[in-house]
């Protein structure tokens, strides 16, 4: 009796095996993922400055594999690289292209991931022109792409990380445009996975604009595990405010959401690590 349940153990895992294989998914090596807008570094957030919530932020993203951050200065980029030694990275200020203004900035696990190309473009008419404010835009906003190959599988894939901008409504919709086709441009073939502060809700123009033709999706729609966390990723350091889910993790077809979780991490005296909370997948 003990023989027989050994043996069918035995067939259900290879049979497992060859189903993982012919359907192209690769479950034992899953991506941990998040995208999360840490919130610039300014005294003038008094109880909640960054100073405060670095370790917070950093002991979150540690657990992670790949993450995007948003509203980074050059000097949270300094010392979030301190804390995550483990990590490459690719990010530039969107003022000069260099270490001026806020940087929408991916970190990847480098004993993991291998860097094959990486860009950054402006969200306005004239993509290349660096410090662009686009259409009606308060401010220059941009978006990071990496194309990186996963060392475990040999499979490649494009990451974006965007900031669109919290006035321009114009600028919102026109940059979801220009980012949807310059990433599938950039991309081919290959698995496409976008993140970001989009300041836009389920359902406005911005959001339907990246969904038009179905290239992308929202990870939360398609994740096989029932998603987890509130449904805003907004509390503006006081509480979180319900139906303002702003921040998204987008991606193509050929990516599986294992989970989607909106999680809350908190500083040791329970307040908010962002006014922000963080959007994490598993993806396979």
Request: aromatic share 10%; hydrophobic share 35%.
């Amino acid at each position: 009796m003990f023989n027989a349940i050994r043996l069918l153990s035995v067939i259900m895992v290879v049979l497992s095996s060859n189903l993982n294989a012919e359907d192209g998914s690769d479950a034992s090596h899953p991506i941990h993922l998040a995208s999360y807008n840490v919130r610039y570094a300014t005294l003038g957030d008094g109880v909640n400055w960054w100073g405060k919530r670095r370790e917070s932020v950093s002991k979150y993203l540690t657990k992670l594999d790949i993450f995007g951050l948003q509203e980074v200065t050059h000097r949270q980029l300094i010392e979030l690289r301190e804390d995550l030694n483990h990590f490459e990275y690719y990010g530039v200020g969107r003022d000069d292209g260099e270490h001026k203004g806020e940087h929408a900035v991916i970190f990847y696990r480098s004993s993991r991931f291998q860097k094959l190309s990486e860009g950054t473009f402006w969200l306005s008419s004239q993509p290349s022109r660096v410090g662009e404010a686009g259409w009606d835009a308060a401010l220059p906003r941009t978006c990071t792409w990496l194309k990186i190959e996963d060392i475990r599988t040999g499979k490649k894939f494009v990451i974006g990380n965007t900031h669109f901008d919290h006035r321009g409504s114009e600028a919102r919709l026109k940059s979801s445009r220009l980012i949807r086709k310059r990433l599938s441009d950039l991309a081919g073939e290959c698995p496409i996975v976008l993140m970001g502060d989009f300041n836009c809700v389920p359902g406005s123009d911005p959001y339907a604009e990246l969904l038009a033709g179905m290239k992308l999706k929202d990870a939360k729609h398609v994740s096989l595990q029932s998603p987890q966390g509130p449904d805003s990723t907004w509390n503006g350091f006081d509480k979180i405010i319900p139906g303002r889910r702003i921040d998204y993790v987008f991606v193509s077809d050929q990516v599986r959401v294992m989970e989607y979780v909106v999680d809350d991490p908190r500083t040791p005296q329970g307040r908010f690590a962002s006014d922000h909370l963080p959007v994490r997948v598993v993806l396979d």
